[in-house]
């Protein structure tokens, strides 16, 4: 006779009366164990190959049950069934179509069993449970803590009984939880009513914002879940720490999401501005009719705003794009516009240099002086290039701490690369020297012996 067992090993708890039948029935009877692994990406693609779908639409929906699986059979089974329930994978003649897979949510039947488990181990962990999964996939001890506004004990309570019923998994250094599988946390927080889920994000956001550096994203996406206009100032951080690390991209985006936002809330135009110029001056590098037009609702948001430094700001950067899209003498126009009304500011406070600075803008008048005396050689305009030039030492002199966005130094490598149509090549001996003042004197000067030959 031979007798056929199935348990599910995540609900083996210490509890369960097979916890400790199973040794005995191994050592005694000599049973045969079978362990059934997740299934690996070979796996994936055979249970996707019967939809014949096309191949990038096949590997989006592999990556999908890989990300929302984790390996689990039953539940990328349940996965591509909810697929194809809600439309999102539909059959088109002999092929099949892959939709949006981003507003499918948690299947019925995968929700049914979760919350089975769950309850197995009461109200109290349930709700904590709840909050846990409000704070994200993995939940710091202390913010799950201060959020869910419970003690210690009653914590760690709650994560030996949820770990052990493989709901929860601790991080390698024991100050955070994470969930053993993101469908088991998807379908805590869809089982969550919006309006307490607003709540909850708001205080994970202030919860995480006392937190020793907190993480600009992560504070941004709470605030804006809570719908607390707060998520303005975290999403510009978010924009600016990704910007300084080179993520044009997700640097953009995120001053799109606080251009949204501040526009919902009706934020002031000066603010709405300086954000648009920003965002032009990021999109420079992926996408420059986009950046054009972002800089020019700068510049129409400095005339409702009467800002006169963004105005002037907006339309040097959009002259300087223009350039760069080939329609010198529009840019140059525009360049020569900003600065004359540069002329006009009074001296900036440190307060307004220090912002600009942050920004990777220079903050000294000179710089655009520079550029544009540059634009002038290269079109052929020597004598307008000499008169900028002179017009450039006569700046007061600032040290010049910003990027290399339209400063004196991109100048200076342009010039020394050779790659304008003028034979610009500096010989090594007028390389920068180390101090500000020397420079500065070195470039104008170098600039000067240019447009004289």
Known sequence: ??????????????R????????LLVREAHAQRLDLHP?????????????????AHADRLVTYLADRAEGNPFFAGELLRTLEEARVLTQDGATWVLGDLGAVGVPPLLRQVIDARVDRLGETTRALLMVAAVIGQEAPLAV?????????ATLLMVVEE???????????????????????????????????????HQRVAEALIGLPAPDPDAVADHFQRAGDPRAINWLDQAAERARRAYAWTMAA????????????VGGAPAEQGWRLLRLGLLCRYFDRQHAAAALNAAAEQAIVADDSLL?????FNLGLLHCYLSEPRRGIADMAAAVAVLDTIPALDEEQRARLRSWGLADDSAHQCGTLALWYAETGHLAEARAMIARARERPLDPPRTSWLDGPSRPMRYARSGSSRRNWAIPPKHGP???TTSRRTAWLASMARLVTR
Not at 144 to 152: F, G, K, R, S, Y
Request: proline share 6%; aromatic share 8%; charged share 20%.
């Open 144 to 152: 799950w803590q201060a959020v869910a506004e419970t003690d210690e």
């Open 311 to 315: 105005a002037a700001y907006a339309r």
């Open 162 to 200: 949820a770990t052990e019923a493989r709901l929860l998994a601790e991080t390698p250094n024991g100050a955070a939880i994470r969930f053993a599988h993101a469908l088991i946390r998807e379908a805590l927080y869809e089982g969550t009513i919006g309006v307490r889920r607003r709540a909850l």
């Open 39 to 55: 299934l690996d990406a070979a796996g994936l693609w055979a249970l996707v190959a019967p939809y014949a779908l096309l191949p």
């Open 433 to 435: 020297p180390t101090s």
């Open 1 to 14: 006779m031979l007798l056929l067992v199935t348990y599910r090993s995540d609900e083996l708890t210490r």
């Open 16 to 23: 369960h009366p097979l916890y400790a039948l199973l040794p």
């Open 253 to 264: 985006d995120r001053l799109e999401a606080a251009l949204a936002r501040s526009e919902q």
